[in-house]
């Protein structure tokens, strides 16, 4: 028999800036799911927040992508945004970009994370919550989880793991996906997820039965929107042991805070923090970006946990690194690398500012302005070709 492991996200407004959520308003959340687990719809769930992130972490026997199950997510976001709003909390009903539901929450806001599967003996799963960043910031830890022995051992030494994993990757700019093998196509797996505001890395599967290892949500919100309406704050699942990571090769991926985009306004990059549930709130800048590891087994669809599992000492230095370089990429102000580059600044509020300037530049000679690539190619100018 299988069952679905859903995780479902959005931020629908919190206190005092983007900082958390309202305790009323995971109450409201959790009313709403806890009926549908009454009813039946729902085998189990956990409600919590990383940050301004509400988190929906239900199993149920719908499969992914069921419409009953991304309704109930829709109207648990909504009854969390209700309270936002008679409270008068910032950003209520931040995520939630349409009117209406459609079937489907994938492209209205939320972000999901799904995986169905087949329970094994025991199903150890890690579920990853982030804020204050962008879907691309686990590109890095999963390709270390599934394709770094350095990282995970279990890739030298467990016959189980020794052939590898097969990354699938979107591109979330075209709508595409491709399927590459690791450790053979190792490269060009980088070559494509060393830039991840543009290749995420969606799920991962073993490579000897196709077992599905980990999924990534991909929602991007300023794709969807066309404008800056927050940060996409990514979610994650991973499921661990029996052939696949351990538990420790997994979380062991975190260990580095790497930089990531997001933190202020979604326009600057920092190190991404692994927290606790006590450090799951926001402050300085807005951040910085941070991520939080809940443990479970799943027995018939029952959720065992959560092990709340950065809340250890093994993480301490890692959060005092991550502090130090928040100081040393803050005191770059507002100078890239520090903010994002343009590409990413697009969908910000920035080029209102400088369309404001467009018409002070004057021409100037003392330049030597190199020609575009189109031009080169055919060998004229757009002067030359009017
Ligand atoms: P235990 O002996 O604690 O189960 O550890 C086994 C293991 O493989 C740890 O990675
Ligand atoms: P969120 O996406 O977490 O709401 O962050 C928005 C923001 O602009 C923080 O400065
Ligand atoms: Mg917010
Ligand atoms: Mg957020
Ligand atoms: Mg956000």
Redesign the pocket.
Known sequence: EKITLSVIKA?V??IS??VMPHPDQLAAATKVLAEAKQKGLLIDFHVTHV???IQLIMTHRKGVDAPEIHELAWNAFKAAAKVARELKL??AG??LLSDAFSGNVRGLGPGVAEIEMVERKAEPVITFHA?KTEPGAFNLPIFRIFADPFNTAGLVIDPRMHDGFIFEVYDVFEGKSVKLSAPEEMYDILALIGTPGRYVVRRVYRKSDNLQAAVVSVERLNLIAGKYV??D?PVAIVRAQHGLPAAGEVLEAFSFPHLVAGWMRGSHHGPLIPVPQRYAKVTRFDGPPRVMALGWNIAKGKLIGPVDLFDDVAFDETRRLAVQIAEYMRRHGPFMPHRLGPEEMEYTTLPAVLEKLKDRFVKTEEVHVIRRHSELLSGTSEEEQK
Do not use: E, P
Request: hydrophobic share 5%; net charge negative; glycine share 24%.
């Open positions: 931020d407004g919190s800036g983007h940050g301004d992130d910032y950003a931040q995520d804020d927050g940060k704050d």
